[in-house]
């Protein structure tokens, strides 16, 4: 499989997640310093917990995509290992962020890396969680959002890329919503959208592949679409 990984992009968003994250907590530590010292400025030092909170919340939140291994596209890259060079897999090239190509059509993937229990039918999702996990989701664990509306609204983002670089180009773009996490667990009814875990993304693959595969010249055609990284 090749691999097309924006690696600058990466690697100025892990920077801006440190950045970000050293600022909110000297904003944290300044304020905590500054009710033990002045405590008749408390009021100011209360006034700068939510900035800093979420300073150090927007820090986490990059850091769990660019910085903390396995990042997504890590963690997409070996799930996915040992797939043939007719498949490519495009990291923050694209209008998603996940796209793997294949001889049958393009997958946007959609990534949660989130540990836990998550119960999924037809358009409704839901994080099963103790008070434990509401806890730490007041300190910066995310929860689940919404994988389905994100893959549609990623679907349609890839429509209008090839609308404009490849008119008239015809193929089928199918999300998967992929949970990277091993202690991740999926329950699962009726999905309007594929839900699987990293490990069961191969064969999940080539069930649905089985017995079909794109012309060679829109393969072709694709290709040239494509966007490549600059030497």
Request: hydrophobic share 45%; net charge positive; proline share 9%.
């Amino acid at each position: 499989m090749r691999i097309i990984t924006n690696t600058p992009f990466i690697q100025r968003r892990a920077r801006l997640a440190r950045i970000i994250s050293y600022v909110g907590l000297a904003i944290l530590a300044g304020g905590f310093v500054t009710s033990l010292l002045q405590p008749s400025l408390i009021l100011l030092a209360c006034l700068t917990l939510p900035i800093g909170m979420i300073h150090a919340n927007i820090g986490i939140y990059l850091a769990n995509r660019y910085l903390r291994p396995p990042r997504p596209d890590q963690a997409l890259d070996q799930a996915l290992k040992g797939l043939s060079d007719q498949y490519a897999i495009y990291h923050y090239m694209l209008p998603a962020d996940h796209v793997l190509i294949s001889p049958h059509g393009i997958y946007p993937l959609i990534v949660r890396f989130q540990a836990g229990t998550f119960i999924h039918e037809g358009e409704r999702w839901q994080q099963r969680q103790g008070c434990w996990g509401r806890a730490l989701r007041l300190f910066g664990q995310e929860g689940i959002g919404n994988p389905t509306q994100e893959a549609r609204a990623e679907v349609e983002a890839l429509r209008r890329y090839l609308a404009e670089h490849a008119p008239g180009l015809d193929v089928p773009i199918e999300p998967i919503i992929v949970f990277t996490h091993p202690q991740a667990e999926i329950t699962i009814t009726s999905p309007a959208v594929p839900v699987v875990l990293a490990k069961k993304l191969k064969v999940y693959l080539r069930s649905v592949e089985r017995g079909r595969a794109l012309p060679r010249p829109t393969l072709m055609q694709l290709e040239e679409a494509l966007p490549t990284l600059s030497p």
